[in-house]
């Protein structure tokens, strides 16, 4: 059974990074693309980035690209999130994912494309 244990938020203030780390067990990670989401208060889940699971390809939305970057290291079963230049508006708990289907290449931006999913961690930005 797969799961997801994300840590690494907090309170940060605006214009200030965090590191998210997200470990995977119960399975065999580097056969996954993992994502990352996010879901401010009386919001739905948002698509963050993804990193497939072979050639390191990453995806990001358009309101953290150039300040968030995911990457993964296989030998410690472990995918990061890299925030810089944090706004108010990245408030949200943060989620990482595993996607349904092993071995997908290809972008998938939509919660339903995974299938296991962390506790979550809060991250606070002040203004």
């Known amino acids: 059974q797969v799961q997801l244990v994300e840590s690494g938020g907090g309170l940060v203030q605006a214009g200030g990074s965090l590191r998210l780390s997200c470990v995977f067990s119960g399975g065999t990670f580097s056969s996954y693309a993992m994502g990352w989401f996010r879901q401010a208060p009386g919001a739905e889940r948002e698509f963050i980035a993804r990193?497939?699971?072979?050639?390191?390809?990453?995806d990001y939305a358009e309101s953290v690209l150039g300040r968030f970057t995911i990457s993964r290291d296989n030998a410690k079963n472990t995918v990061y999130l890299q925030m810089d230049s944090l706004k108010p508006e990245d408030t949200a708990i943060y989620y990482c994912a595993a996607d349904t289907l092993l071995f997908r290449h290809g972008p998938a931006r939509s919660s339903q494309e995974y299938a296991r999913w962390g506790q979550g961690t809060q991250v606070t930005v002040s203004s």
């Open positions: 990193i497939s699971w072979s050639d390191g390809r990453v």
